[in-house]
Structures are given as structure tokens and as C-alpha cells.
């Protein structure tokens, strides 16, 4: 598999560092965390900020833009279709801000499908709660028939046994974190070089949480219930192809909660 998590990463419309907010439900894996303060969402957030854990910030639209879009794309392998871009956006309440900079950038010309889930019911701000639901509005005029509302949290608590790779035992996927203190752009904050060289298709999992939507694009079979396996079949094609052309789709996933590194 070419997967590869960014942990202790947020997404932004800017570089640098930022605070996480747990909802403390471990039960069900801190899906409600977030990186926005929690005067502005309403979800049971710790509140003192000596203890909220400090994390990396990816500007998105820079990454996608500077690194992405100049990726050097290989041959077609056989049965592939054109190159394609996924894009799954879960970030809690982030997406006030940061769908309107993949717009202004121009990151979003580059994704050829967003799944988002959008959460104006938990913004107790007035003001960011329009903006989400304005940029909501923008984003579904401005792209039509790629944007799509996708909430897939089936199987977040899955424990399937990672495959064996080369007679090795069995191990966690790929995980790379990101350590640079005072990143300046999205491609110094991640690696020196291009992470997307080589990737035919690719897959953009914001808002990772432990993995689980990344192991759906390879092993769909032990997910089949999954929303997000339709997306994974029309675009990538079916897991059988997905399988076969593994070493030409690139997954790469961001993390914030800093429990799930």
C-alpha cells in the first residue's frame, strides 16, 4: 500500500501550530474533537489551554496546489482509468475555513471528488455557522455533480489484522509524522520532496481518525457496508482493480488527535 499519515496534523487555510479539543468519548474514538476553540463549537471540549495538546497546521490548499497538482503522474497502468483526485473532508468544524481557501486558491480545480461532512448544527457562533452554510452553497454551485455530503463512519472501531507484506508479520500501515517546528509551507511542514511523485490516483483522507476509511480503499472486502466504497468503485474501480494497481493509488491521511499517532 502507498499510505502515508500525517499525525498530529491538522488541516488549515495556513501553516504553523494550533491546539486539538477532545470530546473525551473514547468509546467512540473522539470523533467530535477539533481544532477549532470550543467557545465556537459546541461539543464538551476541554477549555483550559495548558492542557490542550499543541499540533502541526497544513495550509490544504497550498499542499494541493504545490504538490499535488505538480506530482509527476506515471504511465497508465493497464484497465486504469484517467487519473483521479478523492478528497474525504471530516474535520469537525474546520470546513468554514478551510473549504472557502481550496476555492480561493484554486486547490479545489484539482479534486475531481470531495466527500465533506459538514457540522452547522455545532457551530454556536452565528456568524461561522453562515459562512459554513454559505460556503456550502458556493462549493455545491461552483462544482456541481463532485461535491457530494458523505458521512461514513461504518467500521470505526474495526480490528482487522493489517495484511503480511513480503513473508514479514503482520504490521501497521505506513505512518509518517511530521516533526518540523516552525513550518513555512505546506511541502517543508510534510517532506523535502514531492510525496505524490509516482501516484497515478489519489486519495485525500482529512480527517483520519485511526485509519479506518484508508484500509476501506484497499480491503473493502472486510467493510461492505461501507458509504464511502461506492466513491472507491466508480472512480478507482472495483477492489479486485484497486488491488491489482495498488502501487499506483496513494492514500494520505491527516490526524490531528494527537492519541491516534
Known amino acids: 500500500w502507498h499510505a502515508h499519515f500525517f499525525t498530529s496534523t491538522g488541516v488549515s487555510s495556513k501553516n504553523g501550530k494550533g491546539k486539538f479539543y477532545?470530546?473525551?468519548?473514547k468509546g467512540a474514538l473522539?470523533?467530535?474533537?477539533?481544532i477549532v476553540d470550543s467557545n465556537q463549537f459546541a461539543v464538551n471540549l476541554l477549555k483550559s489551554d495548558s492542557k490542550v495538546?499543541?499540533?502541526?497546521?497544513?495550509?490544504?490548499?497550498?499542499?494541493?496546489?504545490?504538490?499535488?497538482a505538480t506530482r509527476r503522474i506515471p504511465d497508465p497502468p493497464p484497465g486504469a482509468t484517467k487519473p483521479y483526485v478523492l478528497m474525504k473532508?471530516?474535520?469537525?468544524?474546520?470546513?468554514?475555513?478551510?473549504?472557502?481557501?481550496?476555492?480561493?486558491?484554486?486547490?479545489?480545480?484539482?479534486?475531481?471528488?470531495?466527500?465533506?461532512?459538514?457540522?452547522?448544527?455545532?457551530?454556536?457562533?452565528?456568524?461561522?455557522?453562515?459562512?459554513m452554510i454559505s460556503a456550502r452553497e458556493k462549493l455545491m454551485k461552483d462544482y456541481p455533480n463532485r461535491?457530494?455530503?458523505?458521512?461514513?463512519?461504518?467500521?470505526?472501531?474495526?480490528?482487522?489484522?493489517?495484511?503480511?507484506?513480503?513473508?514479514?508479520?503482520?504490521?501497521?500501515?505506513?505512518t509518517t509524522t511530521t516533526t518540523t517546528t516552525t513550518p513555512t509551507t505546506a511541502a517543508a511542514t510534510l517532506a523535502p520532496e514531492n510525496i505524490f511523485d509516482g501516484c497515478y490516483h489519489v486519495y485525500l483522507d482529512v480527517g483520519s481518525n485511526v485509519g479506518i476509511q484508508v484500509r476501506k480503499l484497499f480491503e473493502g472486502h472486510l467493510y461492505p457496508k461501507a458509504a464511502i466504497l461506492n466513491y472507491f468503485d466508480k472512480y478507482f474501480g472495483p477492489e479486485e482493480q484497486r488491488q491489482a494497481l495498488s502501487s499506483h493509488i496513494c492514500a494520505v491521511g491527516f490526524e490531528p488527535n494527537p492519541n491516534h499517532d
Open 89 to 131: 473532508i471530516d474535520i469537525e468544524g474546520s470546513e468554514t475555513e478551510v473549504v472557502p481557501h481550496l476555492m480561493e486558491t484554486g486547490a479545489m480545480n484539482h479534486v475531481d471528488v470531495a466527500m465533506i461532512e459538514w457540522h452547522p448544527h455545532f457551530e454556536t457562533d452565528p456568524v461561522r455557522k453562515q459562512a
Open 22 to 25: 477532545t470530546d473525551f468519548n
Open 53 to 68: 495538546p499543541e499540533i502541526n497546521l497544513v495550509d490544504l490548499g497550498e499542499l494541493i496546489v504545490k504538490q499535488l
Open 30 to 34: 473522539e470523533y467530535g474533537g477539533t
Open 147 to 174: 461535491i457530494f455530503d458523505v458521512d461514513d463512519e461504518s467500521y470505526g472501531r474495526s480490528n482487522e489484522v493489517l495484511p503480511e507484506c513480503d513473508g514479514s508479520p503482520p504490521k501497521r500501515t505506513t
